[in-house]
Structures are given as C-alpha cells and as structure tokens.
C-alpha cells in the first residue's frame, strides 16, 4: 500500500529514504547550521528541515533508529512522535542521550524514521458501565501481576 506524501524541503535538507524496499520506516536527517552536542542526560530538538502534506487518514511515526539506540543510547524521547495530517510545520525531532558520553549530531545524520501509517478516529461515548472481562482492573502495566484481591473489591 502507498500514498503520495509531499514534502517541503528547506536548503541543505534531504527527502525521507527508505533503505530497502520492503522498509516499513523512512530515515529522516538532521538539517544543521552548526553541530549539536547532547550531553549524557539531556534533550535537544533537532530540526530536519523538512515539511510534511500527509494525506488525510494518514499520520506520520517519527522513530529511534536502533543503531543509534544500541550504539550510542541515543532515542526518541516521545516515541512515536506523531505529525498529524493538518500539521505544516517542520518536522523536528526530541533526541534524548541515555549513554554514558556526550553525542554529537552533525548535518546530514540519520536520526529517526519516519512510518506513514494509516489513522482510525474513535467516536468516544460516555457511558455507565464498561463490560466486564477477567483481566477486569487488574495488572496495570503488566497483565501478570498486581491483581491480588483487586477482583474481590470491585
């Protein structure tokens, strides 16, 4: 399945690229006038410096790359970031340093993916009750464990 995203491109930027055929992500770079360094612990917002026209129904997955996340301990802070379908801004990206020395993002770096996927929007109701299962309240965060005599108390 494909749809036709347009994109925007600032000088020096570079188009998403997928780096096989059958990639579900897209690599997406940094667009940088100067290095950045996101020291051990910290944020920083990277620019890419593109701009996105999502088809609506579709939204946009911004992704760690799993080299940089094994090498380097560098990630995606809100993975997935999402890019809505109406959003025209550009395209950053929240990297967050979890390794032990400084990490220096250069322009024209790899520093996420980008899945394009298709959205499904809930129509929300209140109601009075929910229907009951057996998992019921019980194991938040985790299906095995915190549920002893939660059932009991309803």
Do not use: W
Request: hydrophobic residues 35%; aromatic residues 4%; glycine residues 12%.
């Amino acid at each position: 399945m494909t749809c036709t995203v347009k994109v925007l491109r600032s000088p020096g930027s570079r188009l998403p690229q997928y780096m096989s055929p059958d990639s579900a992500g897209a690599d997406i770079t940094a667009c940088l006038e100067r290095d950045v360094v996101i020291g051990v612990g910290e944020r920083k917002l990277i620019p890419t410096g593109i701009r996105l026209e999502i088809p609506r129904g579709y939204e946009g997955q911004v992704r760690p790359r799993s080299g940089l996340a094994l090498k380097h301990g560098v990630t995606v802070l809100n993975a997935p970031g999402t890019i809505d379908s109406d959003y025209r801004g550009e395209v950053s990206v929240i990297l967050v340093n979890h390794g032990k020395e400084p990490f220096t993002v250069r322009h024209g770096d790899r520093i996420a993916q980008l899945v394009i996927a298709p959205v499904v929007q809930a129509r929300f109701v209140a109601a009075d009750s929910l229907s009951d299962t057996e998992r019921g309240q019980c194991g938040f965060g985790s299906t095995g464990t915190g549920c002893e005599g939660e059932k009991d108390r309803g």
